[in-house]
């Protein structure tokens, strides 16, 4: 065996190796392809890469074939050929390994002469290895390297064929898809009183405009002579006018037991009115309501809406009815962000505030999780670019829209109470839902995802985003400076969605900003943001005490916390 030593530096050009025999030589011509470097060599894997044929400069040994191939076998190179049964030239080889790295290692039929011997140490001198390489050779049998089988996409090779994986049907998937005929969105047409503004309703984003402006809205008590005991009950992203039963409607309302006689929200004292925000679905002008310039949906032609427009189209509302001033504005949620925009926009018709889990502007984590709703639903390809209605209803993305939100509305140690690591049944595991949080998200995404309009879920949403009391102002200071009246602001100390830290924050504002009369609730309770909801004895006495006792001319900032069990 001759061993041959070259330069171990990658992409070196060979030129000419010339084996000496007895009679004949051998002239090896090669030239490789550059690399930039070992490593980019050893990360090619088996990719083959052309090279050129073996030249004879003897006419007794043939031409060399077939094509001389390099095999990329990382870390090992070898390159296999067949010459004349003289000569042969069985298999060339960079071996990675410290002591025969970098040599070309050709096996002869015949013993060297020494010349060839000769020649060997000529290139070991050469060599950057500087190692002795000639040896004795010795016969050896051919030795072909195999070649890479061909693999075929999806087909099993024979050592993992004993195999046993998961069958590929999905049933939850199948109950997504078969739950029943992809249904239209029914809105409610029942319960509610609509005012109707003919004129065209200016918006503040985009220079909007709609043509006419509707509002619906649910009354409950008796306004009294002076129109002074109206108290304003503002809802939720997506909350309707329906927030109590009534003769007209006798489903429960969505803060049923926060408002009535002797409730929170005291109806044999207070005049209770609750409108349904612009942009929703429930009755009030939004993306599912007919334009009367086309006959025909707005669906995405609806403008851009904000906050402020929102709590616009509420005072025209109260100008209808006529109250000139609120004995108070209470929201929660989004309805916090309007009764906070209400007290900002008209600091002299607001005369008491309550915002409960809200905030002065709108930060990155909720614009984030909201976003992720709109996404959903848009990538749904049934919502057609927002025109769907009379069409395939999108309600797969609206149901993944609403499982993540109900993540953002509950907390994680009421989740560990109720469901901890509890499992839907002893079947084996799958893919689908294993455990009983999943199984209630499911449910939560299935019960909603038709009772509320998409398109209205991407405008109130956005509007959410875009919320900022700071906009027209120089600081959140100067625009909260406009608020006056008494204020209580509600946080809730496992709310994700709104942290308590926002709460916080926009109490001690309205302090620094002149405010003396700022009563600040921070609750300890299980429910996350959905407490304003589910928290009576939290939420509803404080609502209560604030709106029915005598406010002081002057105050401090105060702080109280209430640890809450069970929500009524």
């Not at 191939?69 to 990675?96: E, I």
């Not at 999806?154 to 898809?177: D, M, W």
Request: include cysteine.
């Amino acid at each position: 065996m001759i061993m041959i030593p070259v330069a171990q530096t990658p992409g070196i050009a060979i030129s000419t190796i010339t084996a000496l025999t007895k009679k004949h030589a051998l002239e090896v011509h090669t030239q490789y392809h550059t690399f930039k470097n070992a490593a980019v060599l050893a990360s090619k894997g088996r990719r083959q890469m052309q090279h050129k044929r073996f030249i004879s400069s003897n006419p007794d040994i043939s031409p060399l074939t077939p094509p001389v191939l390099l095999h990329s076998k990382s870390p090992v190179f070898s390159l296999v050929t067949s010459a004349s049964s003289q000569f042969r030239v069985a298999s060339v080889s960079m071996w990675n390994s410290p002591l025969r790295r970098g040599r070309w290692m050709f096996t002869k039929l015949a013993s060297p002469t020494d010349g060839q011997k000769k020649m060997c140490r000529m290139f070991s001198a050469r060599s950057s290895l500087n190692q002795q390489s000639c040896s004795t050779g010795r016969p050896l049998p051919q030795v072909e390297t195999p070649r890479p089988e061909e693999s075929h996409l999806g087909e099993v090779p024979p050592q993992h064929r004993a195999f046993k994986g998961l069958e590929t049907n999905f049933p939850c998937l199948s109950r997504v898809k078969d739950s029943g005929p992809e249904p239209e969105y029914d809105n409610i047409t029942k319960g509610y009183k609509l005012f109707v503004r003919k004129q065209p309703f200016s918006l503040k984003l985009n220079d909007g405009v709609l043509p006419q402006l509707e509002v619906a809205y649910e009354t409950w008590g008796q306004l009294n002579e002076d129109a002074s005991n109206a108290v304003l009950v503002l809802a939720g992203l997506s909350a309707s006018s329906h927030a109590r039963s009534s003769v007209d409607n006798m489903n429960p309302g969505w803060w049923e037991k926060f408002i009535g006689p002797g409730c929170a929200v005291d109806t044999s004292k207070f005049f209770v009115i609750c409108p349904n925000n612009l942009g929703s679905c429930y009755g009030t002008s939004g993306p599912s309501s007919t334009n009367v310039l086309t006959g025909k949906p707005y669906a995405t032609t609806f403008p851009i809406i904000g906050v402020e427009d929102m709590t616009n189209a509420i005072f025209l509302l109260l100008d209808e009815l006529g109250i000139k001033k609120l004995y108070a504005s209470v929201g929660s949620s989004l309805g916090g962000m309007l009764s906070l925009q209400t007290s900002v926009t008209h600091p002299d018709r607001v005369g008491r505030l309550v915002s409960i889990s809200a905030c002065a502007q709108s930060h990155p984590s909720s614009i984030a999780m909201r976003y992720l709703q709109r996404k959903c639903i848009m990538c749904d390809p049934n919502w057609n670019n927002g025109h769907y209605y009379g069409k395939a209803y999108p309600k797969i993305g609206m149901k993944l829209a609403r499982e993540i939100a109900t993540i953002t509305y509950r907390s994680g140690p009421e989740w560990n109470l109720r469901f901890g690591r509890n499992r839907i049944s002893n079947d084996p595991p799958s893919l689908c839902p294993t455990f009983l949080i999943e199984s209630y998200l499911e449910h939560q995404g299935e019960s909603f995802s038709t009772k509320y309009d998409p398109n209205s879920l991407l405008y109130i949403s956005k509007a959410m985003d875009m919320f900022d009391i700071a906009e027209g102002y120089s600081s959140l200071e100067e625009g909260l400076s406009r608020v006056k009246c008494p204020t209580m602001v509600i946080g809730v100390q496992t709310d994700m969605l709104f942290p308590v830290w926002q709460q916080r924050e926009l109490a001690n504002l309205l302090h620094k900003a002149g405010n003396e009369q700022v009563t600040f609730y921070e609750l300890n309770s299980l429910y996350g943001h959905d407490t304003f909801l589910l928290d009576l004895n939290g939420v509803g006495a404080a609502v209560k005490g604030f709106l029915e006792t005598e406010q002081r001319q002057t105050g401090w900032l105060t702080k109280h916390h209430t640890q809450v069990g069970k929500s009524d």
